[in-house]
Antibody
């Protein structure tokens, strides 16, 4: 069964860059799935951030596109997220997810446990 | 962008009750609608996709219906372990978007 695990700093200063990595186990990133990031601010709902395919095909949420970069390293079976110029509004639990293709494109069928990132000086 | 609106935002029901949650899309999304369950301290879990198809391992008391712009998640007989927040989500369309959630309490 696929397992996703987020890792990265739990505290980031305002104006700096948030960086997270998702390590995928028991499943190859070169399989026919997209891989993505979703965040959830404290007490709030879910916000899709970005998704990437093994060949580098990328989709970004237009509301975050200018500050976000998603990348993939199939040799390490990892994918990563960077959010630039963070503010307190970027404080959230960040989930890495597996996303379907074809008629399930955009459907999130596996989730990591989540990583809490606090933006504070 | 297509907006997803859920109602109610919260509800309280008794064990054994039939519970219904609504989700409305601002434009026609045919049947590209999913439902997720999120229990406190856990990531969301996919319950239903294609508006009415149960994900493997999901109890049969959960069901989904609807097409176009109006969708419904039904729990036929509420159990204590169903206490959670439920989210609808449109997919097969960019950008992916979630409803704001419905909190179900006993």
């Amino acid at each position: 069964q696929v397992r996703l695990q987020e890792s990265g700093p739990g505290l980031v200063k305002p104006s700096e860059t948030l960086s997270l990595t998702c390590t995928v186990s028991n499943f190859s990133l070169t399989s026919d799935y997209y891989w993505g990031w979703i965040r959830q601010s404290p007490g709030k709902g879910l916000e899709w951030i970005a998704s990437i395919y093994q060949n580098g095909g990328i989709y970004y949420n237009p509301s975050l596109r200018s500050r976000v970069t998603i990348s993939i390293d199939t040799s390490k079976n990892q994918f990563s997220l960077q959010v630039n110029s963070v503010t307190a509004a970027d404080t959230a639990v960040y989930y890495c997810v597996r996303e379907g293709l074809g008629t399930t494109w955009g459907l999130f069928d596996s989730w990591g446990q989540g990583a809490l990132v606090n933006v504070s000086s | 962008d297509i907006q997803m609106t859920q109602s109610p935002s919260s509800l309280s029901a008794s064990v054994g009750d039939r519970v219904t949650i609504s989700c409305r899309a601002s434009q026609d999304i045919t049947n590209y609608l999913a439902w997720y369950q999120q229990k406190p301290g856990q990531p969301p879990r996919l319950l239903i996709f294609a508006a009415s198809t149960l994900q493997s391992g999901v109890p049969s008391r959960f069901s989904g219906s609807g097409s176009g712009t109006d969708f419904t998640l039904t729990i036929s007989s509420l159990q204590a372990e169903d206490v959670a927040t439920y989210y609808c989500q449109k997919y097969y369309n960019d950008p992916r978007a979630f409803g704001q959630g419905t909190k179900v309490e006993i």
